[in-house]
């Protein structure tokens, strides 16, 4: 693993331990050409996945781009990094499991919308503003009025 600081290619392993959920490792490394500490994450990845963007671009899945988007979504919002992180795995998973090496990014805004709606209903209707292009303030208001009708957003 190369250093982050210094960009030294022989870090070492001082501790690894399984996370919370067992989903992945958490190691601590240490950098012996500049003495830096970090931590790294380890986690089984099945497949390599391609997200298939509205333009028919084809592009490699990116975690983190995920993660940053909820992240966005869920600012100022009484949800903890960890179940961002649960919640980021989970979909993962789910995207893995479908079989599919290719998935169109339709799927992918479509389950975090299902995750956020159950979650907290302010991130929900953030994310839905950017996912589905909200131009004025109309988009807003027709879409939180669907909400009103919809039990699923509820709390």
Do not use: H, W
Not at 12 to 38: L, M, W
Not at 58 to 75: G, N, Q
């Amino acid at each position: 693993m190369r250093c982050p600081y210094c960009g030294d290619d022989d870090t070492q392993v001082k501790d690894s331990r399984p996370t919370e959920e067992n989903a992945s490792i958490r190691r601590r490394r240490y950098c012996p050409a500049c003495g830096s500490r970090f931590t790294t994450f380890e986690r089984v990845q099945l497949r390599e996945l391609t997200v298939i963007k509205k333009e028919s671009e084809k592009v490699p899945f990116d975690r983190e781009k995920l993660t940053r988007s909820l992240m966005i979504a869920l600012r100022k919002r009484p949800v903890e990094p960890e179940r961002i992180e649960r919640i980021v795995n989970g979909l993962q998973r789910r995207l893995e499991s479908l079989g599919e090496p290719e998935i169109p990014s339709k799927v992918i805004g479509e389950m975090v919308m299902e995750v956020l709606a159950d979650l907290d209903p302010v991130a929900y209707v953030r994310f839905a503003s950017v996912y589905r292009n909200f131009r004025e303030a109309k988009d807003f208001e027709d879409f939180v009025e669907q909400l009103g009708g919809d039990e699923t957003v509820r709390q």
